[in-house]
């Protein structure tokens, strides 16, 4: 390691894998490079043997989530990495936790989407997320500290953005514009001036559809922050 | 590690990263699986400090990307992964080398690419590569192997190929299809029977550009191996 010491980016994913892939590929569009050397050197961690969050956090098996994931941080941690990206909502449940436990800082994905929207002067969202990240509050916690309102669906809608995420994306598929477009209406009902894409499998599913602007997608914000995070923000982005 | 020990796909890329996030794409699409833990766990060193390949082994300054690559190839070997691909056919100049330093296989790309060449009765194949892997003799020593002839470029279209590698792909462009067209020219009037695309750059250019199947696209063919190794071939692919 020596003389390449804490030159890494750490992207602790795998939950889902096409999301992580399409993370490091919206780095890889951020960074202003004209060769390989140029680049930031990232080592990324693909872990699909996580249990799945939202099961585990609803029936109070999180303990064993929460050491899977922080064994994965520690192997960033002690392979030359300078910080952690986590391409999972979900996940970030434990991330506070976690960082107690590490020396070198997680770029907290919430925190860091709720920052831009209120930057923006935005006032009332809606999350569109898992089951998990809706019941255990990681967005309104953040979202309470910039003053900006959460606002998330009704169950039958709450079904449609799961069915998105697990029927779909998680399965490989493309996801269907009409499924969306039925969130899409009950947000605008509820009076919402944004939206975030709070899970990283909407993400997915905003790669393949483009979604309009009025929706964050909370992905994409993780990529801007860990380019900025290494000083290498390709202009006119 | 414990329970987890060598569970994990090691890949050893960056080299460059474009063509390292296209790889774990191309594993993705191939694998069999409905939910996040069918995937594989894969580790990706997207090392991009290694220094350029083809410049270090024309100028004499090989020994210090094969200390290098071995050391990265250690960090995966000791981080619970069960075999090594290597997303860049250049490097395999180091392959064997490494190899005898290792406890875990590297999937030997520009071997199982010339094995499949072989098995379709192919007879003689252009080599589409950098300065540094035609002039190493990589893929001949492995084609001579299996009774395959191959041929190389003359010096005027060697130059269109590294052009498309170097001031192209390796710059985030997408290169430009009648460049190619001109490779494609030459290799047809040199009477060969198939094509190598030997070097992951081009393989970013075919991803972009969709070229015919008479092009072997050797990445795909490891992307092939990686799959097959954690038996999660999908079916009808």
């Known amino acids: 390691m020596s003389d390449r010491k804490r030159e890494r980016l750490g992207i602790l994913g795998g939950m889902g894998p096409q999301a992580t892939q399409m993370l490091y ?26 249990p799945d969050r ?14 899977h994931l922080l064994e994965d941080a520690r ?8 910080c952690i990206a986590i391409p999972c909502n979900t996940s970030h449940y434990f991330a506070e936790d976690m960082q107690k436990e ?4 997680i770029i907290h994905m919430p925190r860091e989407t709720v920052r831009r929207l209120a930057e923006e002067g935005r006032k009332k969202a809606a999350l569109l997320a898992t089951d998990g990240t809706v019941q255990t509050g990681v967005y309104h916690r953040e979202a309470e500290r910039f003053g900006i309102e959460i606002w998330s669906p009704e169950p039958d809608i709450q079904k449609v953005v799961m069915s998105i995420i697990y029927d779909e994306i998680k399965q490989g598929k ?7 477009a039925r969130v899409d209406a009950a947000v605008r009902e509820a009076g919402c001036d944004c939206g975030i894409l709070a899970c ?6 905003n790669e ?9 997608d909370a992905m994409a914000v993780l990529a801007d922050c860990c380019v900025e995070a290494f000083g290498k923000k390709k202009q006119l982005f």
Chains 1, 2 share one sequence.
């Open 174 to 180: 493309r996801g269907d514009a009409e499924q969306f």
């Open 102 to 105: 590490l020396s070198i800082p």
């Open 25 to 50: 590929q919206w780095i890889l569009d951020r960074t202003d490079a004209s060769c390989d050397q140029e680049h930031i050197p990232t080592l990324i961690l693909s872990d699909t043997q996580v």
């Open 200 to 205: 990283t499998e909407l993400s997915v599913f």
């Open 208 to 216: 393949y559809h483009g979604l309009p602007d009025f929706y964050t």
């Open 75 to 82: 192997l960033l941690e002690n392979s030359g990495c300078r």
């Open 54 to 67: 939202t099961g585990a956090i609803l029936s109070g098996q999180g303990e064993k989530v929460y050491k």
